[in-house]
């Protein structure tokens, strides 16, 4: 697969109205559109994790691409229609290359969510801090040229029947 504009882009702001004396406005607040580029990037993935019960989890091996299902049964989609789909194929069913950068993760949970999504890792430098996601909520973490964590975990922590999803975007660079 040949990729091209690959980037992520970012933005957190307001506008702020000033209702002191003599102050004009209104004034941004915040940080306007940014974006940070990856010339060299030669993989992007991107997968959904659903529960159908208590305790789900699936389990990411970061530098294959591969999913396992360590806990219960949660449903993995990759690609629209390809449900449960643990191997470690692109959106084409071509294998991935081993991942030696992250280069850009992208996490979101639905609206409908009932409760938060875990998200922690660990890899050759060691553990990553676990991320709660609350529902309706996304994180975007960027970096560059950063070894990947050996596996990351995507787990459903709290007591639900089922339904609730996070949907895992990863783009990075082969060795």
Same mark, same amino acid.
């Given at each position: ?16 109205? @000033? ?9 941004? =607040?915040?940080? !306007?559109? !940014? +974006?940070?580029?990856?010339? #060299?990037? #030669?993989?992007?993935? +991107?997968? &959904?994790?659903?529960?159908?019960? &208590?305790?789900?989890?699936? $389990?990411?091996?970061?530098? $294959? !691409?591969? /999913? &396992?299902?360590?806990?219960?049964? @949660? #449903?993995? *989609? ?5 449900t449960n789909d643990l191997s470690a194929v692109d959106f084409e069913g071509v294998a991935l290359p081993a991942l030696s950068s ?6 979101? *949970? ?5 409760? @938060?999504? $875990?998200?922690?890792? &660990?890899?050759?430098t060691g553990s990553y801090p676990a991320v709660v996601l609350q529902p309706d909520e996304s994180m975007l973490l960027v970096r560059?040229?950063?070894? @990947?964590?050996? *596996?990351?975990?995507? !787990?459903? +922590? ?5 339904? #609730?999803?996070?949907?895992? *975007? /990863? =783009?990075?660079?082969?060795?």
């Amino acid at each position: 697969m040949t990729l091209s504009g690959a980037k992520a882009r970012f933005q957190l702001n307001a506008t702020a109205t @000033p209702t002191g004396v003599n102050a004009t406005g209104p004034n941004v =607040i915040g940080q !306007g559109l !940014g +974006s940070t580029s990856f010339s #060299d990037a #030669d993989i992007v993935y +991107s997968f &959904t994790v659903e529960n159908t019960g &208590t305790g789900d989890v699936a $389990t990411l091996n970061a530098a $294959t !691409g591969a /999913i &396992t299902k360590t806990s219960g049964t @949660p #449903d993995v *989609t990759r690609w629209g229609s390809q449900t449960n789909d643990l191997s470690a194929v692109d959106f084409e069913g071509v294998a991935l290359p081993a991942l030696s950068s992250i280069y850009g993760i992208m996490a979101t *949970t639905s609206s409908g969510n009932s409760f @938060p999504v $875990t998200l922690g890792g &660990t890899g050759s430098t060691g553990s990553y801090p676990a991320v709660v996601l609350q529902p309706d909520e996304s994180m975007l973490l960027v970096r560059n040229a950063t070894a @990947p964590p050996a *596996t990351m975990t995507f !787990g459903f +922590s709290i007591s639900s029947s089922g339904g #609730d999803t996070v949907t895992i *975007t /990863i =783009i990075g660079k082969s060795s």
